[in-house]
């Protein structure tokens, strides 16, 4: 057995990023292999960017549940990479409205075919073994439970018993 899997729990949340350092590591793989100058860790802003351009820096923040702070960092990251523009909100000029730009929009078409590939072989490996067609509702059943009672007041109370 290996080192992690002997531990259980203890190592839950290391054994979740090293997954997850995996798999971006290996999307990114297939970004370079394409020739295209793109980063995993930009997925989730370009995808909602791909659904709604205009759109304030905090509507981003919220909706992936970050910091304001570390989205204002990755769209500075962004506009310095010629990919996004930001711009004051009419309404608010203390928000600031992001949006792609031509270059963006024109590496957003490169990568969609690529997260196309990407749902269809996690798809796949999901197939090929069943259980773990039930690990995105446990995921999802865990970031809840967390919501409610967070994972250190839960420790907290175990020391107690």
């Known amino acids: 057995m290996s080192f ?3 531990l259980g729990y203890l190592v839950f949340g290391s054994r979740l990023r090293r997954l997850s350092e995996y798999f971006l590591m290996e999307v990114n793989k297939v970004y370079e292999q394409a020739g295209i100058a793109f980063d995993a860790s ?3 802003v370009f995808y909602i960017l791909s659904r709604q351009q205009n759109i304030p820096l905090i509507d981003i923040a919220e909706q992936l549940e970050v910091s304001h702070s570390a989205i204002s960092q990755l769209i500075t990251n962004l506009k310095k990479k ?3 523009n930001t711009a004051p909100c009419p309404d608010d000029g203390r928000r600031q409205l992001v949006m792609l730009t031509k270059q963006g929009e024109e590496l957003l078409q490169q990568v969609q075919p690529i997260w196309t ?3 269809t072989a996690m798809e796949e ?3 090929e073994h069943k259980q773990s067609k039930q690990l995105l509702e446990a995921i999802r059943q865990v970031e809840s439970a967390v919501q409610g009672t967070s994972l250190s007041a ?3 109370a175990s020391m107690k018993n």
Do not use: D, M, N
């Open 4 to 6: 992690y899997a002997s």
């Open 42 to 44: 930009w997925f989730p």
């Open 82 to 84: 010629g990919l996004v």
């Open 117 to 119: 590939a990407i749902t």
């Open 125 to 127: 490996l999901t197939e």
């Open 154 to 156: 839960r420790i907290q």
